[in-house]
């Protein structure tokens, strides 16, 4: 075994897995053989398409920062493993985004691009999502756009990236694409690829008029999918919002849209002092907002109550399964009305599984070229 | 050192402490040599006025769960611990209640009862708070009062406690105290003890007309504080509220008095799906009401976006005194709008440090006569 070699017990782990979680595929010694005879031949072994597959499904089961995971035998894997050029890996994150928004339906989508291998080498996604929107510091300090990712819109600003004339809030940023060995790729995600619901409110018509939106696909392409010792560094993934990752987060954040204050003025709240929880009123209303505009477009979401309960559900279903479902209490616990929900009362499992997703090695603000 | 005596090294580190962090105490080895003495000639030590202070103090500075720890240094402690006869525990524990309650301003206070020592025996307080409201089940299955809190009834019962003839959903449970070797006591927390606030609300007058209200000391009567190797079972301890501990647990959980159903029904909330958030739209209500009517009745309590921000201060102070400050993000975080706070975007030291306060041996239900 030599360095940058592939970690024989983990593939061994993995491909039993895939043979005892399914059990038509029949007796593992065949196929164990060919994977130590390829891994001794290359240093590394192919995925077969089922493997694949199994392995991206398996590691979104294992994500345990994930409340949405009920459905993770539906994720549609897309095996673009013969892609690694920059231009084509970005080119076919947009066609991914196609795939996954399907006019509001939205669909759980993975792209999986080429792996990591010993001699060559494998591309990599600057952008945390495939969707992001600029942001831009002005004169007096203040960020117009989404202040999460300044680095990434000075990245692409080097890289020449031309922003609209009149710059907005909700400027789209290009992907950035690189690849040791290739040409960096940098490619405006088009307007007709990125569906968007405008807010709107069920009984506050003002809020049709502040001109807020956003993306209805959360695609992160930023994290490196692992299976079976091999790394995949570019593999989007999507599934569809739940309501408080937009309402909460997105939109509330102090440093990203921080629009509560606003929305608590335009309401005429008591702003004088906390006790008035003149926050957490307006984060409500903002969350009202969210849930009702994608209904409204047509467009997949779920709220916090509804997917708690799916949650626990799928707890129960593991458990059926006899496999343990780590979870991580502060992720899964939703940023609004924690208590509320039942996924706050109880305690979880947290040992972390193979396969997994794992963080981008460096911060996505870094740079393409070295 | 024989089974059943105060663990040595645990006592040493305490006393080290108590010294190095009051260097006006002078030379530590002087006040070593007594503990060690004492330990070998009786098994235990007593605590000098000053260090059962410190320690109590230092308990709850390590309280990990406890995110109100702004305050360590005030906390006044009630040195009984000559008491343990089970009916002057609970006199005092009245006692305990008036000090704290100080007409509203509320002061927080510790009462160190006797401690657990080589053959003798300590007093336990079988209520989980000094203040509790019984609950009775009734034919049709459902609960009058607070459900949590349905053991202890049953065992109040047991032990000859007469509910009110007309029982209701504020009923006061008696405390029930026990010692071996003593008749256990049971006493009715005289009414004029008990500070109660009425809960109306700012802009929904309906709310008064509920009937609905709640204690405002918050006083934990069965957890064990532990200092320097010495059990204290019986040290009853209080703070003030924070609002969600009223507003989003104990007036809404599902199983205590789940009036978040109710509430929305009064405001004429759409509740036909949980996508409308009426659940989170009642929540901060019920909120407001309760913050807004402790101010009103000049009871002392905090919001959690002022606690919050508090804790940060807190942490920040015990990091510039050179200390770890261990945190359960779990219960630091609170129920309602956890991601608006700023304790939710960190995470936390999570060691256990000495001394400290820990759960009751048995269930707060047991029986009192064995
Ligand atoms: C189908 C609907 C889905 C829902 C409703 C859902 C929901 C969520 C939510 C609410 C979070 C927390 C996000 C945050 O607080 O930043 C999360 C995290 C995560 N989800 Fe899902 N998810 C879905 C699909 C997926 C899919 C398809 C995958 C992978 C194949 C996935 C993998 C993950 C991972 C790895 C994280 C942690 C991300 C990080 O560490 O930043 N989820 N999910
Ligand atoms: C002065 C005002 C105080 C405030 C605002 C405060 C706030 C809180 C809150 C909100 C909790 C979580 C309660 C729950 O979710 O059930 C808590 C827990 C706790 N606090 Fe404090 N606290 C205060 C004073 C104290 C004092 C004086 C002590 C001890 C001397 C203390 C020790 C603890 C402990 C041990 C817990 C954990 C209880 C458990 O495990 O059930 N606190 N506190």
């Not at 600057?126 to 300090?141: L, V």
């Not at 940023?173 to 405006?188: D, Q």
């Not at 490196?224 to 990752?245: H, K, S, V």
Request: hydrophobic share 40%.
């Amino acid at each position: 075994e030599k360095l940058g070699d592939v970690d024989i017990a983990e593939a061994e782990d993995f491909i039993r897995q895939h043979h005892s979680e399914n059990p038509g595929l029949g007796p593992v010694e065949a196929r164990l053989a060919e994977v130590h005879a390829e891994i001794a031949a290359t240093g590394t072994y192919r995925h077969t398409p089922e493997e694949l597959a199994f392995g991206a499904r398996v590691a979104w089961r294992n994500s345990s920062r994930c409340i949405g995971r009920l459905y993770w035998r539906s994720l549609k894997v897309r095996d673009l493993r013969e892609v690694s050029a920059p231009a084509d890996v970005a080119r076919e994150c947009v066609e991914h985004l196609r795939v996954a928004t399907n006019h509001g339906k939205i669909r759980p989508v993975i792209t999986v691009f080429a792996p990591a291998e010993p001699g060559t080498h494998a591309p990599v996604i600057h952008n945390e999502q495939i969707i992001r929107y600029a942001a831009y510091r002005g004169a007096d300090g203040g960020v117009l756009g989404d202040a999460r990712n300044l680095a990434l819109t000075e990245l692409a600003l080097e890289q020449g990236w031309q922003p609209p004339v009149i710059r907005g809030p909700f400027d789209l940023l290009p992907l950035m694409v690189s690849c040791e060995g290739h040409e960096p790729a940098m490619l405006r995600v088009p307007a007709d690829a990125v569906l968007e619901v405008k807010l709107s409110h069920p009984d506050l018509p003002w809020v049709a008029g502040l001109g807020v939106k956003w993306h209805a696909v959360p695609a992160i392409s930023n994290m490196r999918l692992r299976i079976g010792g091999i790394d995949y560094p570019a593999a989007p993934f999507n599934g569809w919002y739940m309501g408080t990752e937009i309402g909460a987060r997105n939109l509330a954040d102090h440093d990203r849209y921080d629009l509560l204050p606003y929305i608590a003025k335009r309401m005429g709240l008591d702003m004088s002092s906390e006790a008035t929880l003149w926050r957490d009123r307006a984060l409500i209303e903002l969350n009202r907002a969210v849930l009702h505009s994608f209904a409204l477009a047509g467009v997949t979401i779920t709220d916090h109550h509804t997917e708690s309960k799916r949650f626990l559900t799928h707890l129960e279903k593991e458990e059926a399964a006899g496999r343990k479902c780590p979870a991580d209490w502060s992720w899964i616990v939703p940023p609004v009305s924690g208590g509320l929900t039942p996924v706050y009362h109880r305690y979880y499992d947290t040992d972390e599984l193979l396969p997994n997703f794992f963080p981008a090695a460096k911060p996505s603000g870094c740079p393409v070229a070295h």
